[in-house]
């Protein structure tokens, strides 16, 4: 990663997810820049070795257990955000699970339980934390991972088309409320495209047992991709740290497409 900036020094971070692949590289990346960061993850062990990190590259972090979709445990992890930190600048929706299988034969267990990670997911953490966000006299930003996905649909993706074409809209209809209502939050989608992310290795709940990579992103990206590589996590936290910062003060409501040429 690039040298310690200072772009986000005296601003706090939460970032969902941030226990592996995009939400680490995001956490990692915006406490570079100076922010103090939340890391929250259902993965406890991996989120642990993320903040212990971040403590040792000399940035501020503290771990939080939590799943997205309980609406107590929001409330919690925000309450825990303003204690150790003071209050909330920057949420990063990153928290997400793919997976692949026909709509047609896909389980109404599956198709909610993806729902609600993906979908309630995001509306929870903007339902609690823009709310104490709207007040930071240095204005905020929340970021949500979306993906290509929620653009363009793809064949076996359907049900994951629905979650992330949803978050790209649920984020413009969040930002021209906070616009209306004149605060100073910035709400933001990023779109990855194929990122080498542990996600792959879990995409197919049929290959989860034996832990079987069942789709090779490099090998995928050679063809699919117009870059032919596929993208790292940095790349997209990378974006998330524009985003964050007041280089993005005049964005709003927009897309930030990171995806090697995929969309174009």
């Given at each position: ?179 209306r209502n004149q605060w100073s939050v910035r709400v933001n989608s990023v779109h990855p495209g194929v990122i080498a992310t542990p996600i792959w290795d879990k995409i197919d709940p049929t290959m989860m ?56």
């Amino acid at each position: 990663m690039s040298q310690r900036d200072t772009r986000l020094a005296g601003r706090v971070a939460l970032v969902t997810g941030g226990a592996s692949g995009i939400g680490a590289a995001c956490a990692e990346r915006l406490a570079q820049s100076g922010a103090s960061v939340l890391v929250t993850d259902v993965d406890q062990t991996l989120g642990e070795q993320v903040v212990a990190q971040i403590h040792e590259a000399g940035g501020k972090a503290q771990f939080a257990l939590h799943d997205v979709t309980d609406e107590a445990q929001w409330e919690s992890v925000v309450s825990q955000c303003q204690s150790a930190f003071g209050g909330m600048h920057v949420l990063v929706n990153n928290a997400g699970i793919a997976i692949m299988c026909s709509v047609f034969e896909m389980s109404l267990e599956d198709w909610q339980r993806q729902q609600a990670i993906n979908l309630d997911g995001v509306f929870l953490g903007i339902k609690h934390c823009v709310p104490v966000m709207k007040d930071m006299p240095e204005g905020a930003s929340v970021i949500n991972i979306s993906s290509v996905a929620g653009l363009k649909g793809a064949p076996g993706l359907s049900a994951y088309n629905a979650t992330k074409g949803g978050v790209r809209l649920l984020t413009k209809g969040v930002a021209l409320e906070c616009a209306r209502n004149q605060w100073s939050v910035r709400v933001n989608s990023v779109h990855p495209g194929v990122i080498a992310t542990p996600i792959w290795d879990k995409i197919d709940p049929t290959m989860m047992d034996d832990g079987a990579n069942n789709v090779d992103p490099d090998e995928m990206s050679k063809t699919l991709v117009p870059l032919g590589v596929a993208g790292q996590p940095l790349d997209i936290a990378n974006g998330v740290l524009f985003l964050a910062s007041d280089e993005s003060r005049h964005m709003t409501g927009s897309e930030l497409v990171i995806d090697g040429g995929l969309c174009a």
